[in-house]
């Protein structure tokens, strides 16, 4: 005689798993690109931690320098756009900490970005938000070149500069930075008297270069009219 289920017993639900999409593929390699650096990144690696075999990414991606610039496209369309309602400096500067920001949240993005060969939609989709504001601001073209490209180059110098000093003063032990401050202390005393007295915040030196840029390049388009 065949036995019936118990009324009380559950069906087994299989296990579902999301669908992979080329989204999910760069979202997960952000996250290892976060936790363990640019170099710690690899197809095998990004298949496990998507839980699928590595082959099936290559639907979604060619290779590793294809999801490399994709990676990087997918953070810079992520950056804040300049504000329409605001001045000109305002929505720059807004934008600008803004982008700041985001770097800082993904610390092997600026060194990343700054290899790669080509110019990406994503890198022109944001410097065209810039450049129109620019314009409306009454720049000329040529004021309007060489403030992007310093805009471009603060973001991406500074900020790289920044990550660059800061993790490498954090892997250093206690005692090596101690003996590092004494050395800086006997063989360069200016130098080490601002580093003592001085407040350091890198978003703060950030905004307050990024200020004197903008001022400097609203005073040169206020001398060309």
Known sequence: MARKLSSTRKPRISATRAPLNKERVLTAAIS?????????LSMRKLGE?????AMSL?????????????MSDYIVNTFERPETNLDWKSA???????????????PWLCALSMSRPKISTASLGYAESITGVLRSAKFSNQLTHHALHAIDNHLFGS??????????????????????????????????????????????????????????LERVRDAEK
Not at 93 to 103: E, F, G, M, P, V
Not at 178 to 207: C, R, T, W
């Open 32 to 40: 290892i690109a976060d936790r363990e650096g640019i170099d710690g």
């Open 49 to 53: 931690e998507l839980n699928v075999e």
């Open 58 to 70: 290559y639907r979604y991606i060619a290779n590793k320098e294809e999801l490399l610039d994709a």
């Open 92 to 106: 720059l500067r807004q934008c600008t900490l803004s982008a700041h920001k985001t770097l800082w949240a993904h």
């Open 159 to 216: 900020t790289l500069q920044e990550i660059s000093l800061i993790t490498g003063m954090q892997a250093a032990s206690p005692e090596i930075n101690a003996i590092f401050l004494q050395q800086m202390v006997d063989k360069y005393p200016n130098i080490s008297h601002v580093i003592v007295d001085a407040v350091h915040d890198h978003e703060v030196e950030f905004g307050f270069v990024l200020d004197l840029l903008l001022d400097g």
